[in-house]
C-alpha cells in the first residue's frame, strides 16, 4: 500500500527566504504527482502536477521536482512572502490518490 | 466552466439524522472519489466510483454509502451520522482510473455532527 509521507510538519521562517518542501512514497509505479496549496479551512488549490514521465514543473517562485526511483519530490519556493503561508498537500497518483498529511508553513513579516 | 460541485458547503447536523452531500461534476469523466480530510491526517479515501452502477470502498468507508446512478453525480449518504465523522469532506473526479491527468477536487463540505 503506497505510503506518502511529508516532512517537516510545519515550517515557519522569515520572509524572503527560499525554502524546501519534501514529500516521499514508498511505490515508485506512480502516474502522476501534484503538489496543492490548501488555506484554513478551505478547498485544494493545484499548484503544480508532474506526470511520471518529468522531472520538474516550474509555476513563477514554485518549482516542484521528481525523482521517482528514490521516491521523492520536493516543491521548491523561491522568495517566499506571507501570502505563501498557507498548508502545502503532495499527492501521488496511482489507480487512485495517495495523499500525505501536509506541511504548514508560516511566512512572518 | 470545467468544475466539480459539492453541496452543501457547510452543514451542522445531530447524531442519527440521515444525511447527503451531493457532488456533480461537467466533464464527463468516469472516476469519482470522496475523501475526508482530518487534522494531521491528510485526505483519506471513503469511496470510489470506475464508472456509472461501479462502486468500491476506500481506505475508511465505515459509516458511509454512495450511489452512481449517473456520469455526472457520485452523491455520499450517511445513514447515521455520529460525531467522529465531523470533518472536511472533498468530492473529485477524473476522467478514469490510473488516467495521467489531473484530478479536479470540490471546494469541500464542512460537517458537524452534535
Known amino acids: 500500500k503506497q505510503e506518502v509521507t511529508q516532512i517537516p510538519a510545519a515550517l515557519s521562517v522569515p520572509e524572503g527566504e527560499n525554502l524546501v518542501l519534501n514529500c516521499s512514497f514508498t511505490?515508485?509505479?506512480?502516474?502522476?504527482l501534484q503538489w496543492f496549496r490548501q488555506d484554513p479551512g478551505k478547498g485544494l488549490t493545484s499548484l503544480l502536477l508532474?506526470?511520471?514521465?518529468?522531472r520538474e514543473q516550474t509555476s513563477g517562485r514554485l518549482n516542484a521536482s521528481l525523482d521517482k526511483s528514490s521516491g521523492r519530490s520536493t516543491l521548491y519556493i523561491a522568495a517566499s512572502q506571507p501570502g505563501d503561508s498557507a498548508t502545502y498537500l503532495c499527492?501521488?497518483?496511482?489507480?487512485?490518490?495517495?495523499f500525505g498529511a501536509g506541511t504548514r508553513l508560516t511566512v512572518k513579516p | 466552466e470545467a468544475q466539480v460541485t459539492q453541496n452543501p458547503r457547510y452543514l451542522i447536523t445531530v447524531t442519527g439524522k440521515k444525511l447527503t452531500v451531493t457532488c456533480s461534476q461537467n466533464m464527463n469523466h468516469e472516476y469519482m472519489s470522496w475523501y475526508r480530510q482530518d487534522p494531521g491526517l491528510g485526505l483519506r479515501q471513503i469511496y470510489y466510483s470506475m464508472n456509472v452502477e461501479v462502486t468500491d470502498k476506500g481506505d475508511v468507508p465505515e459509516g458511509y454509502k454512495v450511489s452512481r446512478k449517473e456520469k455526472r453525480n457520485f452523491p455520499l449518504i450517511l445513514e447515521s451520522p455520529s460525531p467522529n465523522q465531523t470533518s472536511l469532506y472533498f468530492c473529485?473526479?477524473?476522467?478514469?482510473?490510473?488516467?495521467?491527468?489531473?484530478?479536479?477536487f470540490g471546494q469541500g463540505t464542512r460537517l458537524t455532527v452534535v
Open positions: 499527492a501521488v497518483y496511482l489507480e487512485d490518490m495517495r
Open positions: 473529485a473526479s477524473r476522467p478514469r482510473q490510473g488516467s495521467f491527468t489531473e484530478a479536479f
Open positions: 511505490d515508485s509505479a506512480i502516474y502522476n
Open positions: 508532474i506526470q511520471s514521465s518529468q
